[in-house]
């Protein structure tokens, strides 16, 4: 079973739509989720941390279900310019060395 | 801002050459990354390190060397490239998580698009 599972998609929706990807985590003692997005031939950037509580930035909101060991990210009202890969990350526990380890990614295409 | 800096955005090489990736931070970051990153498989850790010339492999070290001799400074080495090493390059640094607010919140380099012919 891979650390970090994504639907690689691809996410075809037109402006306006709401969408959401998942992400399941194979190690339950992680402790540090995020969301990165990744333009096309460029570098991964951090888009967001996820929190226990779940964590809202604009039109952009990430949940985590640690029972479950899910993470999701849900896109309102999409923009042309969300167009990207997602990449679900998590800590490697055990390291103090900021160890990461990145999903495959989630491609996500937004049309006029 | 922080930045992360790549020597080369493309590179072309032959089979058997030896082949240096240099990537430097300007956040005197603690710990650096290399990952590859390749169609399907997403990035992959190579190698990474926590200190001046500290280093600890990651998930696919084979064929691959690296030096920390600066704080700022960590290099990739192909011994010999193969084909096989054709990938995406990325480079990472972030601070130590004990001492930043950030937490693990890694900051990439542009990348490298090597070709090995």
């Not at chain 1, 639907?7 to 969301?35: I, K, L, M, R």
């Not at chain 2, 603690?30 to 280093?55: A, C, H, T």
């Not at chain 2, 490239?81 to 990439?108: D, H, I, K, W």
């Amino acid at each position: 079973r891979k650390e970090v599972e994504q639907d690689p998609g691809p996410f075809n929706v037109p402006e306006g739509a709401t969408v959401a990807f998942n992400c399941t985590y194979s190690n339950s003692a992680s402790q540090s989720f995020f969301w990165y997005r990744q333009d096309c031939r460029k570098e991964p950037k951090l888009l967001m941390s996820v929190y226990s509580s779940g964590n809202e930035d604009g039109r952009f909101t990430a949940q985590l279900n640690r029972a479950s060991q899910y993470i999701s990210l849900l896109i309102r009202d999409s923009k042309l310019s969300d167009s990207a890969t997602y990449l679900c990350v998590v800590n490697a526990y055990g390291t103090s060395y900021g160890k990461l380890t990145f999903g495959q990614g989630t491609i996500l295409t937004v049309h006029p | 801002d922080v930045k992360v800096t790549q020597s080369s955005r493309y590179l072309v090489k032959r089979t058997g050459e030896k082949v240096f990736l240099e990537c430097v931070q300007d956040m005197d970051h603690e710990n650096m990354f290399w990952y590859r990153q390749d169609p399907g498989l997403g990035l992959r850790l190579i190698y990474f390190s926590y200190d001046v010339k500290m280093k600890e492999k990651g998930d696919i070290p084979e064929g691959y060397s690296v030096s920390r001799e600066k704080k700022e400074r960590f290099s990739l080495i192909l011994e010999s490239a193969s084909t096989n090493q054709t990938s995406m390059y990325l480079c990472a640094s972030s601070p130590n998580v004990r001492t930043s607010g950030s937490g693990e919140t890694q900051y990439f380099g542009p990348g490298t698009r090597l070709l090995v012919l």
